[in-house]
């Protein structure tokens, strides 16, 4: 009988400690890809397991777009109405969505504190789920912090553009800044060519080291359009076939490297905010 109900109650703490790999995809400006790396990565990772998309861009989300699909539930109602029916919108078989408050319909006057307050609760309450994917919104740093807290693997997505590595590096600075203890994973996005998003790695990674004293690590390349110029030049002048790799490969890549990467044991994140940005000098200005 002592055999039984210690069985039991192993099993019990088994499914209890459960909870998805949670990435986050992140980044300090707008219209650098993370809504399309989130659905793109979903699409890769549901060939290893199932995968819950959420979309934490409260006010402006588009994943119910980017994946055809009418939301059933929001992540607000999935996290803080207790009466409803918790059935997230089915993209695939392996796929399944909380779309963004935005996407009800009706008046934005949903519980932002409370969704802020509550995300901690998400890989507990998509426990039967193997990844958890987070798309973020930019510039809301309350909801990005909440995020990051909850994260395996933070991904800051960066675009070949000064004022999109400038913002990337400040979102990094200020995650820094609250404590944040998971690595931080860089993903420069719609580069032109290996050698342009190798550049923007080693010089990126150059500026946390002096000024942050980390180094965050880059799990891939996302290259732009590379399916449209395949379309475009489909030969080369000897007549051959070109070959250019599509985002499928690209986003393939960036699931292994997420496959190969063993998460160290989770540890509470406490963030500590401080008064001002510049409070201390690895926070300082990006010039500095």
Request: proline content about 6%; aromatic content about 6%.
């Given at each position: 009988?002592?055999?039984?109900?210690?069985?039991?109650?192993?099993?019990?703490?088994?499914?209890?400690?459960?909870?998805?790999?949670?990435?986050?995809?992140?980044?300090g400006?707008?219209?650098?890809?993370?809504?399309?790396?989130?659905?793109?990565?979903?699409?890769?990772?549901?060939?290893?397991?199932?995968?819950?998309?959420?979309?934490?861009?409260?006010?402006?989300?588009?994943?119910?777009?980017?994946?055809?699909?009418?939301?059933?539930?929001?992540?607000?109602?999935?996290?803080?109405?207790?009466?409803?029916?918790r059935?997230?919108?089915?993209?695939?078989?392996?796929?399944?969505?909380?779309?963004?408050?935005?996407?009800?319909?009706?008046?934005?006057?949903?519980?932002?504190?409370?969704?802020?307050?509550?995300?901690?609760?998400?890989?507990?309450?998509?426990?039967?789920?193997?990844?958890?994917?987070?798309?973020?919104p930019?510039?809301?740093?309350?909801?990005?912090?909440?995020?990051?807290?909850?994260?395996?693997?933070?991904?800051?997505?960066?675009?070949?553009?000064?004022?999109?590595?400038?913002?990337?590096?400040?979102?990094?600075?200020y995650?820094?800044?609250?404590?944040?203890?998971?690595?931080?994973?860089?993903?420069?996005?719609?580069?032109?060519?290996?050698?342009?998003?190798?550049?923007?790695?080693?010089?990126?990674?150059?500026?946390?080291?002096?000024?942050?004293?980390?180094?965050?690590?880059?799990?891939?390349?996302?290259?732009?359009?590379?399916?449209?110029?395949?379309?475009?030049?489909?030969?080369?002048?000897?007549?051959?076939?070109?070959?250019?790799?599509?985002?499928?490969?690209?986003?393939?890549?960036l699931a292994?490297?997420?496959?190969?990467?063993k998460?160290?044991?989770?540890?509470?994140?406490?963030?500590?905010?401080?008064?001002?940005?510049?409070?201390?000098?690895?926070?300082?200005?990006?010039?500095?």
């Amino acid at each position: 009988m002592n055999n039984n109900a210690s069985n039991q109650n192993n099993r019990m703490k088994a499914i209890q400690d459960k909870r998805p790999l949670v990435i986050s995809v992140m980044s300090g400006k707008g219209g650098v890809g993370k809504s399309t790396t989130s659905y793109k990565l979903a699409q890769v990772l549901s060939g290893h397991g199932r995968v819950m998309m959420a979309d934490a861009d409260l006010l402006f989300g588009n994943l119910h777009i980017i994946a055809n699909v009418i939301p059933q539930c929001t992540i607000d109602k999935f996290l803080l109405a207790d009466n409803v029916i918790r059935r997230p919108a089915e993209v695939s078989e392996n796929v399944h969505l909380l779309a963004s408050p935005s996407t009800s319909g009706g008046d934005l006057d949903f519980d932002v504190a409370g969704i802020v307050e509550n995300i901690s609760r998400l890989p507990q309450v998509c426990s039967d789920y193997d990844y958890l994917i987070v798309d973020t919104p930019s510039g809301v740093i309350d909801v990005i912090a909440a995020v990051a807290a909850i994260s395996d693997i933070p991904l800051v997505s960066v675009m070949p553009e000064l004022t999109a590595i400038s913002d990337g590096y400040g979102l990094i600075k200020y995650l820094k800044v609250l404590g944040l203890a998971s690595p931080v994973y860089l993903l420069p996005n719609r580069c032109s060519n290996e050698e342009e998003a190798s550049y923007i790695y080693t010089k990126f990674t150059e500026i946390c080291k002096r000024f942050l004293k980390i180094r965050p690590e880059c799990l891939g390349y996302i290259y732009e359009n590379h399916y449209l110029t395949a379309r475009m030049r489909p030969e080369e002048k000897d007549g051959q076939p070109r070959r250019v790799a599509t985002a499928a490969d690209d986003f393939g890549k960036l699931a292994r490297s997420i496959l190969a990467i063993k998460p160290k044991p989770r540890k509470i994140n406490s963030f500590n905010r401080p008064q001002t940005i510049n409070a201390i000098r690895s926070a300082a200005d990006i010039k500095g």
